[in-house]
T-cell receptor, first 113, second 114 residues
């Protein structure tokens, strides 16, 4: 069985400070993992994906995530938050060769000036 | 611009009415999906089509039907709308059937059933 848990429903940071959005997954097999971002009233945009290559994955807009198998985690980070990063972020897991993606419940990131 | 196009963007229905949400992609993707998004619940898969001519149920298929009209188009039909179907609906497509490929999402359809 697969599932994904986003540990924080809301995260608030000040502009220029680091961002950490946490995601834990469960999967019977080697998973593919993704982070998507959704700005208000918009569709979802792929930030980055892990598909069993390098464990540290770099995405768009300065975001990156590290796959840690021992901790079953795939946390999203950014060294310095920008006001435009305010959005909702979704962690997604897919078990290799299966055609279903499982979404976390989302983390809303607020960036304060 | 290449991508996934959904119509309509907004819709209000009365309980019991029917409607079809349209989705088309121009990226020659094999797989297409319909999700609904509700507050605090992430996105839940309604139906998907792994390839042209096939469709399968997702997590929450009750009250919906789908048609993969051709490789480009994948429609979602509500035969008798209920207030519980008030949601934002997203269509997505994927190049392949494995987890190596991420989704490309449409911009969503905001549906209200009164």
């Amino acid at each position: 069985a697969q599932s994904v848990t986003q540990l924080d429903s809301h995260v608030s940071v000040s502009e220029g400070t680091p961002v950490l959005l946490r995601c834990n997954y469960s999967s019977s097999y080697s998973p593919s993992l993704f982070w998507y971002v959704q700005h208000p009233n918009k569709g979802l945009q792929l930030l980055l994906k892990y598909t069993s290559a390098a464990t540290l994955v770099k995405g768009i807009n300065g975001f990156e995530a590290e796959f840690k198998k021992s901790e079953t985690s795939f946390h999203l980070t950014k060294p310095s938050a920008h006001m435009s990063d305010a959005a909702e972020y979704f962690c997604v897991v897919n078990q290799y060769n299966f055609n279903k993606f499982y979404f976390g419940s989302g983390t809303k990131l607020n960036v304060k000036p | 611009n290449a991508g996934v196009t959904q119509t309509p963007k907004f819709q209000v229905l009365k309980t019991g009415q029917s409607m079809t949400l349209q989705c088309a992609q121009d990226m020659n993707h094999n797989s297409m999906y319909w999700y609904r998004q509700d507050p605090g619940m992430g996105l839940r898969l309604i139906y998907y089509s792994a390839s042209e001519g096939t469709t399968d149920k997702g997590e929450v298929p009750n009250g919906y039907n789908v048609s993969r009209l051709n490789k480009r188009e994948f429609s979602l039909r509500l035969e008798s709308a209920a207030p519980s179907q008030t949601s934002v609906y997203f269509c997505a497509s994927s190049e392949g059937q494995t987890g190596n490929y991420g989704y490309t999402f449409g911009s969503g359809t905001r549906l209200t059933v009164v």
